[in-house]
């Protein structure tokens, strides 16, 4: 039974421990409010996963889902889409919607980092630490009701920190906002597509691929001179024949030696110049500049967001949403796309929280050395954390491939 929900309790802590501790958001001296984060954070990450995961939605679902999860918290629970002062900040400097009574800066701003930084990289990297259950459920039944009570307590802990109270219709719009976005993720999908994205990662995984791949032939003389194989007398294929010239219906989605060679690289985020796999997907190691720089745009902008202006880094934050959204859409449907693209995007996001919280100042008052060694050890605790994912998807073998 532990190792059965061993991934599903480390996602329960994962998740406040990147999304506020190593963020920078709290010092290390605040551990214990993991007590009621975890519950929050935590609860609402294991809620959007096994949701997603048992109904198949993959990636796209938990994206949804997140939005939702981030649209709750700042919405119902914490209220800070609707509180012009929160956290003592004064929001209505910064393009203030009078007539909904939201920043449309702090509205982008904090779903953006709940997506990507409460839900979606922690979902990421304890997948990559158990690569062969990446794609089905860790809890039952009884673990997902238990998660969703947890979540409701974490809330109402959550709920009682600030007084301040929105306008009802506010409350309900965030609400059906909410709903919305996660009927469209849970929707009804055709019954193959759990079973399709459950074989993924087999399927893209070298060890498949290089399974795959023909036996190299021999070369032979050519016919009339020609240095290749040996030419074959053209023959009439009949579809589902057995036959050495009989091409089975959508051939062209097989292995090729030189499509497998492809994917097999991209998978392992290495170049090839001739496959188009791996002209069309980037390696691993591609990916993660790509978040790196991703992250850094987006922080970056936050931290100078007094000198760039509000409408400046709004445009930004969506200008950078849709970029990202459309290249990861567009690598993913690609044979090249494996468990290395998905990781590194994830650690370049671990990466990126880890910086951020040395210039981070903590919202609770810490003494400067407490707070800096408690950002050593996150930063080194994280870093250790990405290797042994990697030892993990490096050592991984598909059943396939057994």
């Not at 984060?37 to 609402?44: E, I, K, Q, S």
């Not at 982008?108 to 979606?120: D, K």
């Not at 959204?325 to 290395?340: F, I, K, N, Q, T």
Request: hydrophobic content about 50%; charged content about 15%.
């Amino acid at each position: 039974m532990w190792k059965r929900v061993a991934p599903a309790l480390g996602l329960f802590f994962l998740s406040p421990l990147v999304g506020e501790f190593l963020l920078g958001n709290l010092p290390i001296t605040m551990l214990f409010a993991l007590i009621t984060l975890a519950p929050l954070y935590g609860g609402g990450a294991l809620l959007v996963r096994e949701l997603a995961r048992r109904r198949g939605a993959g990636w796209p679902g938990i994206v949804l889902l997140a939005v939702a999860y981030g649209l709750i918290e700042e919405g119902l629970v914490t209220r800070s889409l609707f509180n012009p002062g929160y956290a003592g900040m004064d929001l209505q400097s910064y393009l203030w919607i009078p007539g909904v009574g939201v920043s449309a800066w702090w509205t982008v701003f904090v779903l953006g980092v709940h997506v990507v930084g409460s839900i979606c990289v922690p979902i990421a990297v304890m997948e990559s630490l158990v690569p062969g259950r990446a794609t089905e459920p860790w809890l039952r039944t009884p673990g997902l009701v238990v998660a969703g009570v947890l979540f409701m307590l974490g809330a109402a802990a959550a709920y009682t920190i600030d007084p301040y109270e929105p306008g009802a219709w506010q409350l309900v719009g965030a609400a059906l906002l909410a709903g919305l976005l996660v009927f469209i993720a849970l929707k009804r999908r055709p019954a193959t597509s759990s079973a399709v994205a459950g074989q993924t990662a087999e399927r893209e995984h070298p060890a498949v691929l290089a399974e795959t791949r023909p036996a190299a032939q021999p070369e032979q003389p050519a016919v009339h001179g020609g240095t290749g194989p040996a030419a074959q007398p053209e023959q009439p294929a009949e579809r589902g024949g057995t036959g050495p010239t009989a091409q089975p219906e959508h051939a062209e989605a097989g292995p090729t030696p030189e499509r497998g060679r492809s994917a097999e690289r991209a998978g392992a985020g290495l170049a090839d110049k001739s496959g188009r796999s791996a002209e069309r997907v980037p390696g691993g190691w591609a990916v993660l500049v790509f978040s790196l720089v991703a992250g850094a745009v987006f922080w970056l902008s936050v931290m100078f967001l007094d000198a760039l202006g509000g409408w400046l880094v709004m445009v930004m934050h969506l200008a950078l949403y849709v970029t990202v959204c459309v290249l990861v859409v567009r690598w993913a449907r690609e044979p090249g796309w494996g468990l290395w693209q998905r990781f590194a995007l994830a650690a370049g996001g671990v990466v990126t929280y880890a910086w951020h919280g040395f210039p981070q100042p903590p919202a609770i008052p810490a003494d400067p050395a407490v707070d800096l060694a408690g950002n050593v050890v996150f930063a080194v605790a994280a870093i250790a954390l990405l290797a042994l994912a990697a030892r993990k998807i490096r050592s991984y073998t598909p059943a396939a491939a057994r």
